[in-house]
T-cell receptor, first 116, second 112 residues
Framework: NAGVMQNPRHLVRRRGQEARLRCSPM?????VYWYRQLPEEGLKFMVY????????ESGMPKERFSAEFPKEGPSILRIQQVVRGDSAAYFC??????????????FGSGTRLTVV | GDSVTQMEGPVTLSEEAFLTINCTYT??????LFWYVQYPGEGLQLLLK?????DKGSNKGFEATYRKETTSFHLEKGSVQVSDSAVYFC???????????FGTGTKLQVIP
């Protein structure tokens, strides 16, 4: 029973390139959350998606960042024209329902993005 | 809005020492409270949770009690091991589909 799968584990991009981060939720989970962890900081919420729908993107920067969770396939977090400040660990989490009393998140191992 | 405040780290303890990591929160309504643990190079793992006042969550020797009157959820362990060295995050969820709000994390270092 695979957990939340994220790939790649490490990604290096030059300034101005695009970064694509993938997340496959646990089997049976239809809710996906993306968080960003900057060095020496906690996790900051970015976006919450259900299949084919963005439910809450209040934590996403307005420009260059986008996310999707198609009917088939993994959730994708896309960062266009990356800058050094985008260097961080990006974590995906999934849950079978809303992240309320009966659930906690199940996290993936993260993608560590380095912009050079 | 919701917020979680944790004690600053790093916390350095000798093996078998008693651990307390303080956590207080601000939230609307009656949130669920969580502790997550992050080992080096890995994602976060749910350690324990409590869903209502006076509930005690426990796992792997760790425990935390939901204190509504003091809005706290302090993490404790009676005897830490070197393998407990990690970053610990306190978190809350106010219900519904709202996203989970995390504290900034407290790094624990246990030395032999």
């Amino acid at each position: 029973n695979a957990g939340v799968m994220q790939n790649p584990r490490h990604l290096v991009r030059r300034r101005g390139q695009e970064a694509r981060l993938r997340c496959s939720p646990m089997k049976g989970h239809s809710h996906v959350y993306w968080y960003r962890q900057l060095p020496e900081e906690g996790l900051k919420f970015m976006v919450y998606l259900q299949k084919e729908n963005i439910i809450d993107e209040s934590g996403m920067p307005k420009e260059r960042f986008s996310a999707e969770f198609p009917k088939e396939g993994p959730s994708i977090l896309r960062i266009q024209q990356v800058v050094r400040g985008d260097s961080a660990a990006y974590f995906c989490a999934s849950s079978p329902g809303v992240a309320g009393a009966d659930y906690g998140y199940t996290f993936g191992s993260g993608t560590r993005l380095t912009v050079v | 809005g919701d917020s979680v405040t944790q004690m600053e780290g790093p916390v350095t303890l000798s093996e078998e020492a008693f651990l307390t990591i303080n956590c207080t929160y601000t939230a609307t309504g009656y949130p669920s409270l969580f502790w997550y643990v992050q080992y080096p190079g890995e994602g976060l793992q749910l350690l324990l949770k409590a869903t209502k006042a006076d509930d005690k969550g426990s796992n792997k020797g760790f425990e935390a009690t939901y204190r509504k009157e003091t809005t706290s959820f302090h993490l404790e362990k009676g005897s830490v091991q070197v393998s407990d060295s990690a970053v610990y995050f306190c978190a809350l969820n106010s219900g519904g589909y709202q996203k989970v709000t995390f504290g900034t994390g407290t790094k624990l270092q246990v030395i032999p």
